[in-house]
């Protein structure tokens, strides 16, 4: 059964950074895109940054020279650096996996995949 944990949310200040972290247990498919969506009260869910099997990755604009997506296939563990975070940011944010290559939108990552629980980013000004 495939479980995906997230971790290393948490509060920051303005211009902080945070690392999450996104553990993937039962997940052993060769093909693959997985990343990180966030979901803010009272707004849509969005996606924040996503890495298939062929190392390709896309991010938000909103993110985009912010954030870096990665994954330790020794681990099984994907990650997610935020740096220069901005009150924006807060929100509740996703791990999901896909057993296939991302293609060319977020469908397949945000609606055949599995999901984790979440973590809670809060960034204050």
């Known amino acids: 059964q495939v479980q995906l944990v997230e971790s290393g949310g948490g509060s920051v200040q303005a211009g902080g950074s945070l690392r999450l972290s996104c553990a993937a247990s039962?997940?052993?498919?060769?093909?693959?895109?997985m990343g990180w969506f966030r979901q803010a009260p009272g707004k849509e869910r969005e996606g924040v940054a996503r890495?298939?099997?062929?190392?390709?990755?896309r991010y938000a604009d909103s993110v985009k020279g912010r954030f870096t997506i990665s994954k330790d296939n020794t681990k099984n563990t994907l990650y997610l650096q935020m740096n220069s975070l901005k009150p924006e940011d807060t929100a509740k944010y996703y791990c999901?996996?896909?057993?296939?290559?991302?293609?060319?939108?977020?469908?397949?990552?945000?609606?055949?995949?599995?999901w984790g629980q979440g973590t809670q980013v809060t960034v204050s000004s």
């Open positions: 039962g997940y052993t498919y060769s093909r693959y895109c």
């Open positions: 890495i298939d099997s062929a190392a390709y990755t």
């Open positions: 999901a996996a896909a057993p296939e290559i991302c293609g060319n939108s977020w469908y397949i990552l945000e609606y055949n995949s599995y």
